[in-house]
């Protein structure tokens, strides 16, 4: 028996839902079908996919090294369908985007709805995740367009369309914040506040202490910005954030800004796609959009300063 597609979506089916009897209800066949499917794959693969995991099943090593393949078929063949009905009838068109935390918050509102008057025929979906949850969604195809940090997956490339400045930030009441540029070295003895791993800000934050000679600093890790900037507020540490994420606190003094000898990190926004994934309608559309400037505009900006296109390698 060859590997069929209703043998890949039973696999994939099992795997989300952890068990053989909420995929038979989900896919609507038979538990022995589900069963059945499982056992046909493994031997098509010629490893266990599945195993027991208490009371329900798990993948195994070699299931979960052949999970992500599995699902950019069953992405890749759905993206297929869809560009048949969306050639066929241009009012179905859809975008899929997918935007870190950061970008989902400040920026895919306004780059949303200025897209969307653009083109009203398409319709936007948006999902929301660190920069490895992005990584992953648009290299298995369930996702045609990142909105993020740089590309330095060699899976992606991105279009520059906006400068993205870093500052440190600190309680409104930090003496630091009132002196003069302070040697970054000197910001080692703090407690700082840094995002986990996978996250496009703590990437940034761990390559600041290392090139700005702060060894060894006592960290906190908080899975959202917007906790991050809570606790610096109520004198909890410093953090390094994306200087529009914070803009609106510093304005009106809920955190104050550390000014950093030699300056802090400055990087880009980009939106992001996946190297090998055919683009459909929708997607060239919004990349245009993009590399014209309209997305920066939609932002009150006139665009980055830096060359617009970049691969994995980006700045």
Request: overall charge negative.
């Given at each position: 028996m060859a590997v069929t597609l209703s043998l890949l979506r039973t696999f994939v089916t099992v795997v989300r839902t952890g068990s053989v009897t909420r995929a038979s209800q989900e896919l609507v066949v038979t538990q022995s079908s589900v069963s059945g499917a499982l056992a046909a794959l493994s031997k098509e693969m010629g490893e266990r996919l599945v195993e027991r995991d208490g009371r329900g099943l798990r993948p195994t090593a070699a299931g979960a090294a052949f999970l992500p393949h599995a699902e950019r078929?069953?992405?890749?063949?759905?993206?297929?369908t869809a560009a048949v009905r969306e050639a066929a009838d241009p009012s179905r068109r859809r975008l899929r985007l997918v935007a870190t935390t950061t970008a989902a918050e400040f920026l895919v509102p306004g780059v949303w709805s200025a897209f969307g008057?653009?083109?009203p025929e398409v319709e936007l979906?948006?999902?929301?995740g660190n920069r490895g949850d992005l990584i992953g969604a648009l290299d298995r195809s369930q996702a045609d367009i990142g909105i993020g940090?740089?590309?330095?997956?060699?899976r992606l490339r991105g279009v520059r369309f906006l400068?993205?400045?870093?500052?440190?930030?600190?309680?409104?009441?930090d003496a630091r914040a009132r002196r003069g540029p302070i040697p970054a070295e000197e910001l080692g003895g703090a407690t700082w506040l840094v995002r986990e791993a996978g996250s496009g800000t703590g990437e940034v934050t761990g390559e600041f202490f290392a090139t700005r000679g702060?060894?060894?600093?006592?960290?906190?890790?908080i899975g959202s910005n917007g906790a991050i900037r809570r606790c610096v507020a109520l004198g909890l540490g410093l953090a390094l954030q994306p200087l529009r994420a914070v803009e609106r606190e510093l304005e009106d003094g809920t955190l104050a800004r550390v000014s950093v000898a030699g300056g802090t990190p400055a990087r880009g926004w980009y939106a992001l796609y996946a190297v090998d994934s055919p683009r459909r309608a929708a997607s060239e559309a919004f990349l245009a959009f993009v590399r014209r400037g309209d997305a920066a505009r939609a932002l009150g900006e006139s665009g980055p300063a830096a060359p617009a296109l970049a691969t994995s390698s980006g700045s």
């Open positions: 078929v069953l992405a890749t063949l759905e993206d297929g008057q653009r083109h979906t948006v999902a929301v940090g740089r590309p330095l997956d060699p400068d993205n400045e870093f500052v440190v930030i600190a309680p409104p009441d702060i060894t060894r600093p006592k960290t906190i890790t």
